[in-house]
């Protein structure tokens, strides 16, 4: 049981590190267009919601009204705001960029020197731990693509409860 403790140490360091570089890099590669989507379908969603509940109550001159004030409503150029993002995104991305490598450079040398003083085959863990992290990627990717993409979390009771409440 204690010869394998070294292997297991070795495991654990390598798949935690790779499974950590996977999840930052598909986070900022794929995930955040996921999360994009899906708050703009959650938006939709109660927009679309609340506008079907509420105008059945208003004339079509009222209606015609609110059409007109709508169009009338100057939207500030949030250029500006955007760029800010932006800008703060890619100093978080490349700043993550940086400790990650950092980290797997150390993980990758403690390992090699682990699996040198044991006789454990660093070539056969580094494939073994690389091939589980691709089935465990596209697992993720799947979950993502094809249930997470379409998950709605918007609760369109709350949020007309609280336009009342905002109203009165």
Not at 5 to 22: E, K, M, Q, T
Request: with cysteine; glycine share 2%; aromatic share 14%.
């Amino acid at each position: 049981m204690l010869e394998n403790i070294p292997l297991f140490i070795v495991n654990l360091l390598l798949f935690a590190s790779f499974a950590a570089a996977f999840l930052t890099i598909f986070f900022f590669t794929y995930v955040k267009n996921i999360e994009k989507e899906i708050v703009v379908n959650n938006v939709t969603y109660i927009t679309d919601n609340l506008i079907d509940n509420y105008t059945i109550l208003l004339g079509k001159d009222q209606k015609e009204y609110i059409a007109k004030l709508l169009d009338n409503i100057n939207i500030n150029d949030m250029s500006k705001e955007d760029q800010n993002v932006i800008d703060k995104n890619k100093k978080l991305f490349n700043k993550t960029i940086k400790i990650l490598v950092i980290g797997l450079i150390i993980i990758l040398i403690i390992t090699f020197i682990i699996c040198s003083k044991y006789n454990i085959k660093y070539t056969d863990v580094l494939i073994k731990n690389f091939v589980l992290l691709i089935f465990i990627g596209i697992v993720e990717f799947v979950f993502l693509k094809y249930f997470i993409k379409n998950y709605l979390s918007a609760n369109i009771n709350f949020v007309k409860s609280e336009l009342v409440k905002t109203i009165y």
